[in-house]
Structures are given as C-alpha cells and as structure tokens.
C-alpha cells in the first residue's frame, strides 16, 4: 500500500485535517531538537485519542511502514527524528490530565501533558513530579517517558523511570496494553521498566501514571565559586563522602559562565574558574544541619566566595545561569554539539584534565556545564560551520570525550538518550551479545522492526531467529553420570 | 570432558523446589563457568538457587533436572565508596552488603539472601518509601543468557540511559530469564541517627503522617483480627532532625520514640504452613485492604505509605484456601492493585489461580518465547504459567 492509500485510510478513521502529506507541512516535523538531522516524513498523524494513535499503528503495521512517535519535539539525541517513508504520530493533541489523586500519590495524563503542567497542577495539593528535564516547560511527558528523562534533581530523587508506575501503550501490534498501574509491584515481567527509555522502539505510550512527590518543607540553594573545576570537582567528592545527598550539585566551568554572564546576568562571582550549585530540600531540621556542612566543605576546598539565595527569586536568579547555558553558548559560538556523557564522580577533576587536553590539541574549545553530583557531564564543543575544518575537529573532539566516558567506566549518556545521534557509539559500551539481548525485547515488542527503526541499535536484529538446538544423547548421558534424560 | 561432569554433582534430599526434587546441582564460581554451565546443560530444565529464603515460594517447577546454586559466585567486586556504587558477584549475601563500610545497599532481604536472589524475587522491605525497591537500587548486571551466552546491560554509574534497561526486566523475574552472575548496586550513606515512633493508630493514619513534612524512611503497619492496628514509623537523618522529626511524629501519633524496631518489623506475617499473599493496593485503598484482611481473620503487615503489603492466614482447611483468596483479590482489585499467593497450605496449590489477572501478559510470554524459546528457565514457575 502506498503513503497515498495509508493517508485516505487515516483521514476515514480520524478526520481529514489530523492527516498531514503536504510537503510544507510535513517540513515542520523535519527534526527535534538535535536540529542538524533533519527528515521529512511521509505523512504525519495528529491523533487526539489513545484509540487513534492505536488505529493509526495498526493501519502502520498493516502495510509494514514504519512509525515514529514524537511528543514536543525538545529530544537532543534524534529520538523523533522521522522516516523519509514512514509515519510521523505526534502526541500533542492529547494533552489532558485525566485525573489528579494526591490521596494516592499519583496523577494519570496523556502523553502530550507538559512536564511542568504536571507540578502546576499538584502544587496547590502540596505535591510535584519531581522529574525535571531543562526543557521541563515544553517537554512532554510522552517523550519523557520514551527518553526516561532525567534532570538536575535526579541526584536525589532519580529519573522517569522510578516516577512513572504505570502506562498504557500501543503495541506495534496496534494493541492498546496496560503495563504496571497506580499500585505498586504488578505481577510479571516488569515491562513497564523496560519500556520507560526504551526510545520509541517498543510501542507508543497513550497514557501515563506519575507518582507524585510531597513538596519538601524546605529549599535551600548555596552558590559556591571557586578558581577552578579541580576545587569544584574536590568539594563535590566531600559532599557525597559526607553522607549528604543534596537535591541538586550542578557546576559550570569558566566559559560557560562567561556565556551565561552575557546572556542572562546572572551575576556570578567575578573571576570565577567554576561555580557549583548546591541545592538541599527535606524537612528544615535536616536541611539546616546539612547545610552547614556543605557549606563548611566548600570552603574548605577552596571556594573564594559563596551565596546562599535568601528567597525565592535570588533561587532563581542562581538557577538562571545554569538554566540557560545551553542557550547561552549560542552567543559565543555560532554552532555546537552537546554531550551527555556520565562518569562515575570521583573521575571527575580527571576527565576534565583530559576533555582539556583533547580540546587544546585540536583547538577546539569545550564548555562544561554539568551534573557534577552524578559526574553527568555535558560539555559543549564550539565550532563555526562556515570555517572549513571546524566542524569535523569538533566532532573528533566530542568523539574522543565519549571514549573517555567509556574508558572510566561510564555511559555515553546519562539523559539525553542514544536516538540516531549515539547508535554508532553503542558498539563501544557494549558487546554484540549485549546489544543483541536488548533487542530480544525488542523482537518480543516489535518483530517487524516497525517501532522507530534506526534508533538506538546500528544493526536491527533479525527476530525469529531461535538458537540451534542440540540433538543425540546428553553429555551426561554418555559419561554416565545420568540414564536418560 | 563437559563442564557438566565437573560441576555437576547428584542432588541429595534437600535438593527440592517445592516438593520437586532436581536430578542434579551444579555451583558455579565465575560468569564464565556459569555460561559454559549453562550452554552445556542446554537439554536440561534449571532452577536457580540463592539463600533459599524464597526458593519454596510459588508453583511448584513443571521439571527440574539442574539447581544451579550461586553461593560459590560470591564476593564483593567493587565498593567505590566516593561514587556510591558497588559490583557484586550474585551469590554474595545480603549481610555484607548491608554492611558495607560507611555504607549499605539500602534493600530490605533476610541477610542470608544473596544479591542475585534478592533482584530476583523482587525483595522489598520497610524502607522501600524512601528509598524504593531492586528495580530501582540496581544499576547494572550481567547475565547468562538460557542459551549460554553472557550479557550485560546498564553500568557503573547511576545515571545511564544507554540501550534498554534489562535489569528491570531480570528484577523479579524469578530465574525464569536466565541466571543473574554479577549486579552493580547503587548505594545510600549510613544514616548518621536513626529513630522509630511506634503507635496504636488507625491505618487512616497514614495520610496524615505523609501530609506532615517528615519524610519518614518507613511507615509500616502491623493488623491482625481483634487487635488495634499498630503503626512503626522509621525516620533517619542527622542527630539533630531525627530528634525532631521523631518527637513531631510521636505529638501526631500520639505514639512512643524507640530506638528499636518492634518485633514483627519486616517478618512475614504468616506462620509455617500457612496462608502468605502479597496484596497491594493505592494508598487511600490501604485502610480497606486492612478491613479485608483483618475481617477474613489473618493478619496484614507491611508498607502503608507505599501500598505493599503481606497478609497471612494460619493453616485452615485446604479447601477453603481459595475463596478466600478470591476475596482478598476482589479487595484488590478495588484497591487498583493485586493479590499475590506466595505460599499456601499443602494441598492447597492445586488449581489455584497464584496471581490473578495480569497485565501485559501476552507481551510477557513473546518476551520469555525470545530469551528461553525452549521454556527450560523454572518452567511453570512464573506469572500464566511461564
């Protein structure tokens, strides 16, 4: 069946308009937010129901075309990136929560619900979702999920994946299938964790089951500057080695606060060659005891200058910077590419010698802004497309850093995902039987390869393959050990 | 001339998974062996054995020729203290690792449970509310596979989003997806205070403990026929905040400060020989889950902030094992959750409906035709029969 035929399909069984094939339409669907890879789709759906998005994969797998679910499009791995022959469903037409229940701790949405949505609506409960990805007043909960979206409180309060306890999904089947619920611990496979992350590969997610977190008693943000990345690095160590697990540690080296400086003004300490964001939260009896100990610690590792915001808006204020870094690069590099590498923490003054020393020697510059807490790194490596060269010394440097990550013992991303952009790196974490494995849930899923193909693994496995079976007598048969089998 | 005729040896008399005798055990001590183990035996059905402690729960094995024992597959690998992680051989038990120096795996498990038993049976305990359960403390883990093959998923590090997350999908698989030899677990610091407040409290009690700015580490109940309703309640932190914190729940609860948990802390509720369920439910379902339970005469124990709980009955009659347990699953059920039989008196398993409606159930049969297409992995002891 052709696009042409699957589209007069889709416009019977939803209505015309929610069925896309003009070229500048589809255009608008070109790429998510790693803007550099770009392709147009064959035709793109706008369900507004969990039954159409089932109907519209059903109609997919019917025909064998392949489908790319896309919630706001904020992914910076290629996630949503479409297929030149396939259908683009993008879930932000059903953006309802369909119930709030902080008696039970839990909200049920759709999945085009706006992650910041979520918290807005439980706040005046005295409840959030703590799961809080930059892009949190645009990203969607649908692609959260698919992504497992992280965030800078992760550190303390962990990721999509131990947020979210339920989920209704389209199988690539076309099957509308419940995995987990609100209660805790459903019998069987825990499907639904396979399925948080796994990128759009096993199926569309229609509905989604939060847990909501009690909103802590008290918020407590400690700005602390210090001469360079090394006494950030060392102070991160002492705060974790103490038994404190803060809600955030965040740190921005000196180029990205010279970027977010002429951006937004934070007004950082002048001078500073890394600041690091240290925020606590919990009940104040804790929260104040710990404080005095974060705070002891980075003096005691060098900080030249520290800032407790005293309300609200000087929280803010010291979130600013480091909310709009990514953004804030933009003005003092016309192109960059993001990483999303993890190294276990105490590796970290380490790498970051390192990451220096590969940039230096390609004259590239590299911004880290990062996760310190987690040793989630995100350097930022500068490059102007229009200089001949650049780019591809900037990708020699980013390659280079995510070979590092590895070397350490870490990931090649912490929260970003491996979308289109990190499939070639897989190989380099994990072996052929390690990919292959994953992919066995994935043939369960999706035998046909269906669900987002390309994304995540650089070869597909072929499914239905079952391992050759032996026959004539056992070994311990034949040795005597046992008669029969 | 096999790896089978080293390693294996004939069971002896306590070699039974719940009253199926196995023809053979094998320990392994290294992934390696195990793999080659596992690809030797790859005409024989196999049931993994860890501690024990929860080997005789559930349905019984359709056959069992190999026990692959995982206690030679111990030992700590790696404690990185500054990065709060470790990697331990599946076979090492849980005592040592909850006592790791300055730190714990933060996992409530009988402490002669192994690692790999624990991920494996889905352990969980009070301190679940804070610090949630296997899925959500274990990072990374190796695997043989049902044919053989060794693979690993996840990492070293907390924060990782590369590939699937195959540790949730081994984390209460119960064996039946191949044998775990190697978990990476994320750790939490010793607390520097702990404290309990103990109460006699209606479990609607419960809402306003977590309407309270607290954030206790534990709240567990205790219910039984006749009896008011007890509350424990953990709280860990620093000296200073756990003193407290402990009073302000104590003032709510009109409760005591102890430095000791009460008696029936974390041990199931049901005494040898008799009824044990799982049941689980929303937290404003948890007061009718303890009616249910505390009206059918057994008792119910377990996390009332989280909605997972334990129900026991004293050995009855057989015969009215199951419908019994179709009433507590219709509580259940209107309590969106599930009740799950662990263990039952003899005779009374036969035919009797362990798990109650799953869902997901389809997709979790194509996922166990893909890892075990041959269903040798603890035939017959999973979810429909898997």
Known sequence: MSIDALAVRLRAEMTPDQVLTDRQQLRTYECDGLAHYRVVPALVALPHTAAEVAAVVRACAGVGVPFVARGSGTGLSGGALPHAEGVLIVTSQLREVLSLRPADERAVVQPGVINLQVSTVSKEHGYYYAPDPSSQQICSIGGNVAENAGGAHCLKYGFTTNHVTGLEVVTPDGDLVRLGGAAPDTPGYDLLGAFVGSEGTLGVATEVTVRLTRLPETVRTLLAAFHGTDQAGAATSAIIAAGVVPAAIEMMDALSIEAAEAAVHCGYPAGAGAVLIVELDGPSAEVAAQFEEVSRLCDANGAFETRVAADDDERQLIWRGRKSAFAAVGRISPDYIVQDGVIPRTALPEVLRRIDEVASSHGVRVANVFHAGDGNLHPLVLFDAQVAGEEERAETVSGAIIDLCIEYGGSITGEHGVGVEKAHYMPRMFTDTDLDTMQLVRCAFDPGGLANPGKIFPTPRLCGERPGRRTGPHPLQESGVAEIF | ?386
């Open chain 2, 1 to 386: 001339m096999s790896v089978l005729d080293d390693l294996a040896v004939k069971a002896g008399d306590d070699d039974v998974v719940c009253g199926v005798p196995a023809r053979f055990v094998a320990a392994p001590a290294s992934t390696e062996e195990a793999a080659a183990l596992i690809a030797a035996a790859r005409d024989l059905t196999v049931v993994i054995r860890g501690g024990g402690t929860k080997l005789q729960q559930g349905p019984p094995p359709r056959d069992l020729d190999l026990i692959i024992d995982t206690r030679r597959l111990a030992g700590v690998v790696e404690h990185a203290a500054g990065d709060l992680i470790t990697v331990v051989r599946a076979g090492t038990p849980m005592a040592e690792l909850h006592a790791l120096p300055g730190q714990q795996l933060a996992l409530d498990a009988p402490p002669t449970a192994t690692a790999g038993g624990a991920v494996s049976a889905n352990a969980s305990g009070p301190r679940r509310l804070r610090y949630g359960t296997a899925r959500d403390l274990l990072i990374g883990v190796t695997v043989v596979r049902p044919d053989g093959r060794i693979a690993r998923a996840g990492g070293k590090v907390v924060k990782n989003v590369a590939g699937y997350d195959l540790g949730k999908l081994y984390t209460g698989a119960q064996g039946t997806l191949g044998l775990i030899t190697e978990c990476v677990f994320r750790l939490h610091p010793v607390p520097l205070a702990t404290a309990f407040v103990r109460a006699t409290a209606p479990p609607t009690a419960v809402a306003r403990i977590l309407a309270a700015q607290l954030a206790p580490s534990a709240v567990e109940i205790n219910a039984g026929p006749g009896a008011s309703p007890e509350l424990a309640v953990l709280v860990e932190g620093t000296e200073e905040g756990v003193r407290d914190r402990a009073a302000t729940l104590a003032r709510l609860l009109d409760g005591e400060v102890t430095d000791l948990p009460p008696s029936w802390w974390d041990t199931p509720p049901w005494p040898p020989g008799g009824l044990g369920l799982k049941l689980t439910g929303v937290l404003s379902a948890v007061p009718a889950l303890v009616e249910a339970v505390t009206a059918a005469g057994g008792t119910i124990r377990g996390s009332a902030a989280t909605g997972a709980l334990h129900a026991g009955f004293p050995s009855g009659a057989p015969t009215g094992t199951p419908g019994l347990v179709d009433g507590l699953r219709a509580a259940a059920t209107r309590a969106e959750g599930h009740a799950v039989v662990l263990t039952a008196p003899d005779g009374a398993l036969d035919g009797l409906d362990m798990w109650g409606p799953v869902p997901g159930l389809e997709l979790m049969r194509r996922v166990k035709d893909q890892f075990d297409p041959d269903h040798r992995f603890a035939p017959g002891r999973f979810v429909g029969g898997i």
